[in-house]
């Protein structure tokens, strides 16, 4: 129970928050900053084997881990324009589905 619990934790604190905050960087402007850090982000939960039980996730989870993606992509377009309070709704959002995510993700262990 412990392991999937801190299985959980290292999938919400290596994926799911920094690419919020990735997010947040890519809408202030700082467009190359946050993209290196999201690929860093990816390249070091792969490296880790943070995705090592993907195949077993919820699909809520994958879905919160795909739309972080989304995420990104909105930000990219948001950096185009001026910067506006409406844009914080999708990241606000975002951080609601990914504790959401995260709850979902220590629930792995009552399914083994």
């Not at 959980?8 to 947040?24: D, E, I, K």
């Not at 910067?83 to 995510?101: G, H, K, R, S």
Request: proline letters at 3%; glycine letters at 2%; charged letters at 10%.
């Amino acid at each position: 129970m412990k392991k999937d619990a801190n299985y959980a934790r290292s999938v919400a604190n290596a994926l799911l928050t920094p690419t919020l905050l990735a997010s947040a960087l890519i809408l202030l402007h700082w467009v190359l900053t946050g993209l290196c850090l999201f690929s860093l982000i990816l390249f070091t939960a792969y490296k880790t084997d943070v995705f090592e039980q993907f195949a077993r996730w919820p699909k809520f989870a994958k879905v919160v881990l795909y739309m972080g993606a989304g995420q990104i992509v909105l930000s990219l377009y948001c950096s185009t324009i001026t910067i506006a309070y409406w844009m914080i709704i999708p990241t606000a959002i975002q951080a609601l589905l990914n504790i959401v995510a995260y709850f979902v993700l220590r629930s792995l262990n009552s399914k083994a």
